[in-house]
């Protein structure tokens, strides 16, 4: 189903009434009931609250595992328009799996994930209030930030470290838990815009928020209503991003175009203007000449990039623009003194609109319009008269250029005569609007009701009841149906007037069903002279078509905690909390039949639908041993653990044990050590196999008749290499063969939940027996986490690795080489690669955090500085069991050190703050360059060639508050303006998740509080 356009007209106008009444009726109210905005009473000030990693409520903010939190303040003075900004900052917070910045051109566009130690979003668990909430992306575990209301968050927690026991699956990295204000009291309205320095990112952000008593404040509510519009930036508004870069030594071991003038390390990474075979009126193979470009006059010549070549990054954008509108509500009532019932409800409408370059229509490959024999088609064919069957007649195609007609041969074994075919590559601007655009419509809706209840002494039961679905419509356009593409492709001129219009030189379809069909010959050779489309208005007609997705996530979840206390000790009481859990999770994801069969020339996306439920029983306790005795001010140990029962994988256990010791009450030293568990999730077991197209590195390349060892004797056992070799005295291989394999995603039903175990040690120092250090906390982590029988997709490079270099069988039924030279592919290249999911491998992470907070009156106003620093000591991964560690420590991406910083002051009439974040130098994949970039001699590159400095960006806000109940503020992110690196196509390492690319910008805003 297509993004509804019509509909959410009608929509935007009801949800800017309801915006409009919310704040009408909160201003009524307000002025009849007028309250300081967020005050709280002294016995909520000290009562007691439940800190994330536990379920037991203490009577101070400690957590027994290492916890940072970036509080609602810290949300406003950074001026944040969606709180993945925000938890950006954090340097336990690696590269987002999706945002603005990593998927403008994704199947999922607009949405905000958090992925904490770099271990994939997958295994970070996103809660609210401690609870689940339904996920963003159809068939994961992934929460979408930005439907999250910025001005509901009283504060971000997150934590680090394995919580499994406590929250159950997917808090293998850690768990950010959103807790949102509970009592609010009064009417806060804010307005924010903001501009890059380039013109571009223009965001308007509008929110009110309400909350007041009733019933002789046994109960409140709070509404919510926002609106947030990002701005797009495209790719060729930025110097590091408008033009097709690729490495000259890439180039150099492919086609041998190096830069004499440089020395070999330095032709690797020189960036030149290189696009790659997508000629806008085509690329193809005329007889044994390949890469041939058609002239307007109907000659032909070679490729030229410099000339012919595509400049995709023309059309791509750095940050899909999006359109959000949010709405919230919750109230709460104490039915009792002793009973509470509550209701919550979320709503989020987003608009995103990704953008690609057009897409590359091709004959040959697995995606193309002839699949299976080279991509080639004939241009003349065999015609009985359909009124003499005597009369047989050789016909040729129309439209084909003589020149090209002439030097055509016959490369089609398959033909049912001795035709001439051809085939082309890949021709982009098959439709002259040039781009594929991908509007998205995303809803996401949550409600929660439950409530709790005192049953005498310390005993407190609650319980609730959640659901949530997201749901998401998805077009893109621009696409060419490929079974109509290969009908209009086979032309002959209508020489027996099929259509009795007189026209017998006219092209029509060799086929007579296609023809009843509306089929419509095209044009495919070359350009117009002025450089548009010979494809007519009636054939793109015939051609187009567009991809279409309809996705819904549903999530159910009903559970009862019971926490009190035991007995008491002379050291203080022993609590627990036991409770019980049961959740039932669905996912679809439904594509149109043509995406489904890979014929609409993009990737094959297939049907994904799936559900699975779990029952879950859980405990844990907390025993005081010590107190208040010499080295001992207290020393607790605690422990957790929880059963799930899967209706996929079975039952599993997750547990944890751990300890506090404070010797006095200024030092706090705690430990933890955690087992944690991940199922699979729906998309991992139950998505369909799928189709696309990926770059390889071929480890026979290279192998001549006479190399020794493993792996040639494994590549020359291959047919279709010894005749590479026999023909070129080597295993010979294009760009084409390398750019153009074919790759199958197999998901799989029989695999099993993961495992994680993280220990931590720390220790929080708050020297509050200091008055003047009363306000300081410095914490130090340690953390190490191991990550076991990990879901992993079998990279294309393993399968051939272990098929070839190690000689395994179980890895060789994988990989599909050609028999023979097909088209404009070699003989024994690789055609096709079959990577499925496997539990296998792990990942490793292991560094300190330290967190530094202070705050102190100075100069007749209030002073603070915090600070952030995670350093690692390792980090990598293990792609199979009995594999090499793969050492990623330092590597783009995962720095050594990174730190954020920020200092800020303000007294009753201004504020200001300025925050910093630093990047330590990290250097590209270093396994690949010791194995695939490799210099012309054979050597592995200095590191100072693949090493790419330290940043530093710096943001600013200044405030003014001296007018009673108004607030202004500007700020500036990026201040200096710091780019993103340039890393060149051909060059590994992910980018734009890593470094800001957007650049200086600047926001202003107003808040009104009553």
Same mark, same amino acid.
């Given at each position: 189903?297509?993004?509804a ?10 949800l ?14 307000q ?8 005050e709280q ?9 439940v800190v994330?990693?536990? +379920? ?12 940072? &939190?970036?509080t ?14 925000a938890?950006?900052? =954090?340097?336990? &917070?690696?590269v ?18 958090? %992925?904490?130690?770099? *271990? ?6 996103? *809660? ?8 963003g ?11 999250i ?11 680090t ?34 501009i890059?320095?380039r013109?571009?990112?223009r ?6 928020? /309400?909350g007041? #008593? ?14 947030v519009? @990002? ?7 930025r ?26 390390a ?23 000449l390949? %890469?041939?470009?058609? =002239? ?6 070679? /490729?030229?990039a ?5 400049n995709?990054? @023309? ?23 002793n ?13 995103t609109?990704?953008?690609? @370059?057009?897409?590359?229509? !091709? ?6 319009a ?11 064919f ?20 003589? $020149? ?5 041969? #016959? ?7 001795a ?5 082309? *590559?890949?021709?982009t ?17 949550? &409600? ?25 419509n ?7 149906n490929?079974y ?9 001129p ?9 026209? +017998?030189t ?8 296609? +023809? ?12 117009n002279a ?5 494809i007519?208005?009636e054939?793109?007609k015939?051609?187009?078509?567009s991809l ?19 007995f ?6 022993v609590? &627990? ?28 996306l ?30 607790? *140990?605690?422990? $957790? ?28 030293? !705690? ?61 010979t ?26 220990l ?6 708050n ?24 879901i ?25 080489r ?7 592919y ?19 992470s292991?560094g300190?955090?330290?967190?530094? #907070? ?17 350093h690692?000591f390792? #980090? ?7 594999d ?6 330092? @590597? ?8 954020t ?22 250097v ?26 330290s ?13 009673e ?16 690196p ?10 734009n998740g ?11 805003? $107003?808040?009104?509080?009553?």
């Amino acid at each position: 189903m297509k993004v509804a356009h019509t509909s959410r007209g009608m929509r935007h106008a009801l949800l800017l009434t309801g915006a409009s009444a919310l704040t009408l009726f909160a201003a009524a109210a307000q002025a009849q009931d007028a309250a300081p905005v967020g005050e709280q009473s002294a016995a909520q000030a000290e009562a007691e609250i439940v800190v994330t990693g536990s +379920r037991i409520a203490s009577p101070a903010l400690t957590s027994p595992s290492p916890l940072q &939190v970036v509080t609602a303040e810290a949300l406003e003075n950074q001026g944040v328009v969606n709180v993945q900004d925000a938890l950006q900052q =954090n340097p336990a &917070v690696g590269v987002p799996g999706q945002s603005r910045t990593t998927n403008g051109a994704s199947t999922n566009p607009g949405l905000a994930t958090v %992925n904490l130690r770099n *271990l994939g979003a997958d295994r970070t668990l996103v *809660l609210i209030d401690g609870r689940r909430s339904v996920a963003g992306v159809p068939g994961t575990a992934q929460v979408d930030l930005s439907m999250i209301p910025t001005p509901f968050i009283e504060r971000v927690d997150v934590l680090t470290g394995g919580a499994s026991a406590v929250y159950g699956s997917d808090a293998v990295a850690g768990v950010v838990n959103f807790i949102y204000k509970k009592k609010f009291e009064g009417l806060q309205l804010n307005l924010q815009s903001g501009i890059s320095e380039r013109g571009d990112d223009r965001q308007i952000v509008g929110n009110v928020t /309400y909350g007041a #008593n009733f019933a002789g404040d046994r109960g409140n509510i709070m509404l919510y209503g926002g609106y947030v519009n @990002e701005g797009v930036v495209r790719n060729n508004s930025r110097d590091f991003s408008r033009l097709d870069y690729t490495s000259l030594g890439t180039t150099q071991r492919v086609a041998g175009n190096s830069d004499t003038n440089l020395t070999a390390a330095q032709n690797l990474f020189t960036p030149f203007y290189n696009p790659s075979n997508v000629g806008p009126g085509g690329v193809f193979v005329i007889g044994t000449l390949t %890469n041939r470009i058609i =002239n307007p006059d109907g000659s032909f010549r070679a /490729y030229n990039a410099a000339t012919d070549g595509y400049n995709r990054e @023309e059309y791509k954008l750095l940050a899909a623009p999006s359109e959000r509108y949010t709405f919230a509500g919750r109230v709460n009532y104490d039915v009792t003194d002793n009973a509470n019932v509550f209701a919550e409800a979320t709503y989020t409408n987003v608009l995103t609109k990704g953008r690609m @370059e057009a897409s590359p229509m !091709r004959t040959d490959s697995a995606l193309g319009a002839f699949p299976g024999n080279g991509g080639f088609y004939p241009i003349e064919f065999s015609v009985v008269n359909p009124t003499n069957p005597a009369d047989v007649r050789r016909l040729a195609n129309p439209l084909v250029p003589a $020149a090209v007609f002439a030097a055509a041969t #016959n490369r089609n074994v398959n033909d049912a005569i001795a035709s001439k075919d051809l085939s082309f *590559l890949v021709r982009t601007t098959m439709f002259d609007d040039g781009t594929r655009t991908i509007p998205t419509e995303r809803d996401n809706f949550r &409600v929660v009701i439950g409530g709790d209840v005192n049953l005498g002494g310390s005993w407190k039961l609650d319980a609730y009841y959640q659901y949530g679905f997201t749901k998401q419509n998805q077009s893109m356009s621009g696409l060419a149906n490929l079974y109509n593409l290969a009908e209009a492709v086979q032309a002959i001129p209508d020489v027996f007037d099929y259509d009795n219009d007189g026209n +017998r030189t006219e092209a029509v379809c060799v086929n007579a069903s296609a +023809r009843a069909q509306g089929c419509v010959p095209v044009d495919v050779y070359g350009l117009n002279a002025n450089g548009t489309s010979k494809i007519s208005p009636e054939a793109v007609k015939y051609l187009k078509t567009s991809l279409t997705r309809a996705s819904k996530q549903q999530m159910h979840v009903a559970a009862a905690n019971l926490t009190g206390t035991l007995f008491t000790l002379p050291a203080g009481p022993v609590q &627990v909390a036991v409770g019980a859990e049961y959740r039932k999770e669905e996912s679809r994801d439904i594509f149109d039949p043509l995406t489904n069969q890979a014929r609409n020339g993009y990737v094959q996306l297939t049907d994904t639908a799936g559900k699975f439920d779990v029952k879950e029983a859980y405990g844990e306790i907390v025993v005081p041993i010590l107190s208040d005795t010499p080295f001992f001010h207290a020393l607790t *140990l605690r422990a $957790a653990g929880r059963m799930s029962d899967y209706s996929t994988v079975g039952t599993f256990y997750a547990w944890n044990v751990g300890g506090e010791w404070s010797p006095v009450e200024d030092i706090r030293l !705690r430990a933890v050590y955690a087992h944690a568990v991940r199922a699979p999730n729906i998309g991992e077991l139950y998505a369909a196999p799928a189709a696309g197209i990926i770059s390889i590195t071929d480890p026979c390349q290279g192998i001549t008749a006479t190399t020794t060892g493993t792996l040639a004797t494994n590549c020359r056992a291959v047919p279709g290499i010894a005749a590479n070799i026999a023909a070129n005295g080597s295993f010979t291989l294009t760009q084409a063969d390398l750019a153009g394999v074919g790759s199958l995603t197999a998901n799989n039903p029989n695999i099993q939940q993961e495992t994680g175990k993280t220990l931590t040690l720390g220790a929080v120092i708050n020297p509050r027996s200091i008055n003047a250090l009363r306000n300081l906390t410095i914490s130090v982590d340690y953390f190490d986490i191991e990550l076991e029988d990990a879901i992993n997709r079998v990279a294309a490079a393993t399968v051939l690795n272990k098929c070839y270099r190690e000689g395994l069988p179980e890895f060789c039924q994988f990989v599909t080489r050609r028999t023979g030279s097909s088209g404009a592919y070699s003989s024994g290249s690789v055609e096709q690669v079959v990577r499925g999911l496997v539990n296998s491998g792990g990942s490793f992470s292991r560094g300190i955090d330290v967190t530094l #907070n202070y705050s102190h009156e100075v100069a007749g106003g209030k002073a603070s500085l915090s600070a952030a620093w995670t350093h690692l000591f390792k #980090n990598g991964f293990i792609a199979l069991t009995g594999d090499p560690y793969d050492n990623t420590m330092g @590597e783009l991406g995962t720095p050594r050190d990174a730190v954020t910083a920020g200092i800020g002051w303000e007294n009753d009439d201004f504020g200001f703050n300025v925050s910093g974040e630093y990047i330590a130098p990290q250097v590209l994949d270093y396994e690949n360059f010791q194995t695939l970039y490799r210099t012309a001699s054979g050597a592995v590159p200095d590191e100072k060639y693949f090493r790419i400095g330290s940043k530093i960006y710096t943001d600013l806000q200044v405030r003014y508050t001296g007018i009673e109940h108004f607030e202004f503020y500007l700020g500036v992110k990026n201040l200096f303006d710091v780019e993103r690196p340039g890393i060149w196509g051909g060059l590994p390492g992910p980018v734009n998740g890593v470094y800001d690319v957007i650049g200086r910008r600047f926001y202003t805003g $107003a808040r009104l509080k009553f």
